[in-house]
């Protein structure tokens, strides 16, 4: 493979799809040597099916505002690769997503179920709909809208779509219902359903949970104790929530979280009452977290900044992608931050993330690190399968082996001669591995 010219090719069939190109760009990378000691990849043209989705789909999504208006918008979903399993990925619900945005994250999606250990192939779907300020009948009607196109074409063993951004156990919970409603059946496609009627105990906080079991054994294979650490959290969604509770769970302290607008230093830590009432914040709908300083009088809010510029020990990007650039990676370089982990998907640009790696840095990938949450959905998917719930320490159980086996997976691919540990490299290289070989298995379909 020579990924100049692969690049070059999809460069110039999908020009201004800068999120795709760059996700494509960092496995293409990782993998290129693995790939051309493997000439059955080239032969299968592996890479070139690879990055073409199997399938999109792209609908119109009409609803009507509180005021009687009619409003249009557009609904996506991307079944990148179901070489392993069914398509499996979220709904993200926010006026950014385009289909640049969709197919990286389907992509990254693909790999990362594969990570997991469990049959999930990868998917990603949404739209450019803006929950921010809409009142829950205005999410409601949205959400039976989208689902009132997009049931044909899921299934639960053919795509089982999930919470993103602005997509919550609120608006699963209207999606799952128009669902049941149109398919006449209770199969449980969608996950992060409530407890109720299907969902899972632990999913609400599975992705920060696993995050932060990813990030202890990232410490300890060092030898560092997480305890008494501080840790610079970004977002104030459910991923931060939950990244926050476990963090303090295991002793460390978290000194910060963030919105749109700007980010709260909180010196004291930011625990008990204060993590609740984050979702206080988040169920205004008003996606700001500047009214934390106001309640907190231990914090401060600083607007139109990043929490980078904090020195901490532990940094944990949790709001979206591309949230930490070569300045901030700079930053955190200089602050001599002893780990960073990507929470949300695709959290550092491009040049951050080689910055990270060229300095040596205790840098992990989102594909490895909140593959927690993804796990915890086929887990329910797994429950709904057999018609039963297990035990919220069964599930933790299950999460902690999985992100134990993630990570083992990016020590065997990604352990350098140094001892470094490009966790970038080894979590690409497995996951590749795994899918690659399944699309060869199964023909040139
Ligand atoms: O990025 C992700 O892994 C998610 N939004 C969760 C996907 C899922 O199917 O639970």
């Not at 299934?155 to 608006?171: S, T």
């Not at 309640?295 to 809010?301: D, I, R, V």
């Not at 990507?342 to 909140?370: D, H, R």
């Amino acid at each position: 493979m020579v990924t100049q010219k692969i690049m070059a090719d999809l460069e110039a069939k999908h020009p201004g799809e800068s999120e795709f190109l760059q996700a494509v760009r960092e496995v293409l990378l990782s993998v290129e040597d693995v790939y051309n000691q493997h000439p059955e990849f080239e032969k299968n043209k592996i890479v070139e099916r690879l990055v073409e989705p199997d399938r999109i789909l792209t609908f119109r999504v009409v609803w009507e505002d509180d005021k009687g208006e009619l409003q249009v918008n557009r609904g996506y979903r991307v079944q990148f690769n179901n070489a392993i399993g069914p398509y499996k990925g979220g709904i993200r619900f926010h006026a950014s997503v385009n289909l640049s945005i969709l197919k990286f994250l389907g992509f990254e999606q693909t790999f990362k179920n594969a990570l997991t250990t469990l049959p999930m192939g990868g998917a990603k779907g949404g739209s450019d709909f803006s929950p921010r300020g809409k009142s829950n009948a205005e999410i409601r009607r949205f959400c039976q809208a989208f689902m009132l196109e997009l049931w044909r074409n899921i299934g639960p063993d053919q795509d089982v779509p999930a919470g993103d951004i602005g997509v919550g156990g609120r608006e699963v919970g209207y999606l799952y219902g128009m669902y049941k409603k149109l398919q006449r059946e209770h199969t449980g496609t969608i996950t992060g359903k409530g407890l109720e009627f299907g969902g899972s105990i632990l999913r609400p906080e599975a992705t920060g949970f696993g995050a932060l079991y990813f990030v202890n054994q990232m410490l300890e294979e060092k030898g560092i104790d997480i305890k008494g650490k501080t840790v610079a959290i970004s977002g104030f969604g459910n991923v931060a929530w939950g990244a926050a509770t476990k963090a303090v769970q295991l002793g460390a302290k978290v000194v910060t979280i963030s919105g749109p607008d700007g980010y709260v230093y909180d010196p004291d830590g930011i625990s008990g009452d204060k993590i609740d009432y984050m979702l206080e914040l988040r169920e205004s709908g008003n996606d700001i977290v500047a009214p934390y300083a106001d309640k907190y009088p231990s914090a401060t809010f600083y607007p139109g900044r990043k929490p980078w510029e904090r020195k901490v020990d532990i940094a944990l990007p949790c709001a979206t992608q591309n949230e930490v650039s070569a300045t901030d990676a700079q930053q955190l370089i200089d602050n001599k931050t002893l780990c960073i982990a990507e929470v949300s998907n695709m959290g550092c640009t491009e040049e951050a993330a080689t910055l990270f790696l060229q300095n040596k840095m205790l840098f992990a990938p989102g594909k490895a690190v909140n593959a927690g949450g993804v796990a915890t959905s086929g887990l329910e998917m797994s429950q709904n399968a057999m018609h039963l719930s297990w035990t919220a320490a069964e599930v933790d159980q299950r999460l902690h082996h999985i992100m134990s086996s993630i990570h083992g997976q990016c020590l065997k691919y990604g352990k350098e001669p140094t001892g470094y540990i490009n966790y970038v490299k080894g979590a690409n290289i497995a996951g590749f591995m795994k899918v690659a070989k399944a699309m060869i298995d199964q023909g040139p379909i």
